[in-house]
């Protein structure tokens, strides 16, 4: 009989093996096609700290954006370079191969660098979908490599992430994509949050400027209040009135919303043509509030606007959306 560990080794080997049979076209590696914002285009940035760092595009962007999500880059006791730890749901598990085995390959020793751990938190009290055998979190712990210390000389002062705004201009689309996929999410079908919660609200508010000023997506920063029940009955008002939510810190939590449709759609049009995996498509399946018309127009934009094999899957689902509506 397998030993805990080995059966946790065996899931994630079947994880990766279902992923490169799914996505063989990532056996080969090939230069990934990222853009800079165009507001920035005229501004000289080669000379800045964060442009010396030997990490290529978009890799630098990929590593940038997972390290603001549920990931940490640090300097351990007793090691001279950094590394960067990080966790998915199994359920992501394409999402968390294609950065790990795809994207930032150099960084790792391919799956003796990844685990897989069983459910625990939040996801612990989940039901599992009918087809899922296995539900818990794959994680990775990078190499300590000179290229990351590096970074963390520059995105983590102190041995802590820190969002600053000189660092975020250097960033390409990718990185917009990865905080998006990693910590954003479409709710109440017509609206786009972002959760960044562990950060302060300043360091967030100048998330929230930089979108504006540098990507044209408006957004602003909101205190979460935990609402009463039947809280959909009640006014804007009263909602406001709901208990404030607090880090565990004692701090406030705030999330970052982008303010208004627009906006959302600016930001879903820089990061659908970009998604690597079928299984995070749903984070750009955009469906407005009783609004027909749009609905249609955004199915038939986004049909073009993601890689050309999730275009029938991406077609499909809102031909399916249109019929009941």
Known sequence: MNTPQEKRREILKDSYTKFKTA?????????LSYKYPKKLKHVDLSSKKMAQIPIEEPVKSVL???????????????????RIQSRHSSRQAS?????????????????????????????????????EENLGKLKVSTKAHK??????????????????????????DYFLMVIWL???SLYNTHQGC???????????????????????????????????????????????RGRRLKMKDGRDLYKIYIKDQESLLNLLRIVAPLIPVKEMLYKVMFVPFNN???????????????????????KKHYETLLLGS
Not at 108 to 113: A, E, K, P
Not at 295 to 301: C, F, G, T
């Open 23 to 31: 996505y063989p076209q990532f056996n080969k590696r090939k230069k």
């Open 182 to 184: 990693d910590d954003g």
């Open 147 to 172: 290229d990351l210390t590096a970074l963390h000389s520059i995105i983590c002062p102190k041995n802590k992430e820190k969002i600053e705004r000189y660092w975020l201009n250097h960033m390409t």
């Open 64 to 82: 940038c954006g997972t390290c603001l999500g549920d990931s940490s880059l640090r300097i351990n006791p007793r090691y001279a370079n950094a």
């Open 194 to 240: 972002l959760s960044l919660d562990f950060f302060p609200k300043e360091e967030q508010e100048v998330f929230v400027n930089y979108l504006e000023s540098v990507w044209d997506v408006k957004a602003y920063l909101k205190n979460t209040v935990e609402l009463p029940p039947k809280a959909g009955a009640l006014s804007a008002r009263a909602q406001a």
């Open 95 to 131: 999402w968390f191969f294609w950065k790990w085995t795809v994207c930032c390959s150099e960084y790792t020793n391919g799956l003796d660098s990844m685990t897989f751990q069983v459910s625990d938190g939040y996801q612990k009290n989940s039901s599992k979908k009918e087809d």
């Open 292 to 314: 027909k018309g749009l609905l249609q127009r955004w199915a038939s934009e986004l049909v073009e606007l993601v890689q050309p094999e999730f275009r029938d899957d991406v």
